[in-house]
């Protein structure tokens, strides 16, 4: 599976959109990208995940660059609870290849 | 909203013990996974299962053994706990692309 780069470690105001980078410059045609968070050292919980189109769900929006060796996370409008580590992953679908988590962003949402 | 349970939360105990970490999930998922995770550290896999009877070693070595006897539930167990234990156990289990984690087990082996 593709290796990840996130930034260590991101502020964001309150009540902005929080834009959350990964770069992923050796993803293959059959990766996609997912992204989890995890709060405070809880159980990772799963927000989104896409190929190469742009997503988006209730929790957030995943936009991927056309030539895919970049994504970034965007938290519209970020609230103190969305403080969190976010993990970007590259992994085949469909596969028993695991999800490897890497370190993360650590994103704090300023009041 | 995903229902996979783990119990105890916390546990302190001390060297040489034998302890069961218990994982359940009221899903049906087939797939199932143990992490360890040290405080602001990246999620290690120790096991995973594919189904029943079906147990694997991950990445990360582990003195832990699991078991798969049923699907809902996977059990990890540590023969004799020694302070080097002392971590976070994750359990989760997996629907197509998502893993559902349980809230974790925070081990203190004294």
């Known amino acids: 599976d593709a290796k990840t780069t996130q930034p260590p470690s991101m502020d964001c105001a309150e009540g902005r959109a929080a834009n959350l980078p990964c770069n992923h410059s050796?993803?293959?045609?059959?990766?996609?990208v997912y992204w989890y968070r995890q709060i405070h050292s809880q159980g990772p919980q799963y927000i989104i995940h896409?190929?190469?189109n742009n997503e988006t769900n209730e929790m957030a929006s995943l936009i991927i660059t056309e030539d895919r060796k970049s994504s970034t996370l965007i938290l519209p409008h970020a609230t103190l609870r969305d403080t969190a580590v976010y993990y970007c992953?590259?992994?085949?679908?469909?596969?028993?290849?695991?999800?490897?988590f890497g370190t993360g962003t650590s994103l704090t949402v300023i009041p | 909203e995903a229902d996979i349970y783990q119990t105890p939360r916390y546990l302190v105990i001390g060297t040489g013990k034998k302890i069961t970490l218990e994982c359940s999930q009221t899903?049906?998922?087939?797939?199932m996974y143990w992490y360890q995770q040290d405080p602001g550290m990246e999620l290690h896999l120790i096991h995973y299962?594919?189904?029943?009877?079906?147990?694997e070693k991950g990445d990360l070595s582990s003195e832990s053994t699991v078991s798969r006897i049923r699907t809902e539930h996977f059990p990890l167990t540590l023969e004799s706990a020694r302070p080097s234990h002392t971590s976070q156990y994750l359990c989760?289990?997996?629907?197509?692309?998502?893993?559902?984690f349980g809230p974790g087990t925070r081990l203190l082996v004294l």
């Open positions: 989760a289990s997996r629907r197509k692309e998502t893993q559902y």
């Open positions: 050796t993803i293959s045609g059959n990766e996609y």
């Open positions: 896409g190929l190469k």
């Open positions: 992953i590259v992994r085949v679908a469909g596969t028993g290849n695991q999800f490897y």
């Open positions: 899903m049906g998922h087939d797939k």
């Open positions: 299962s594919y189904g029943v009877n079906s147990t």
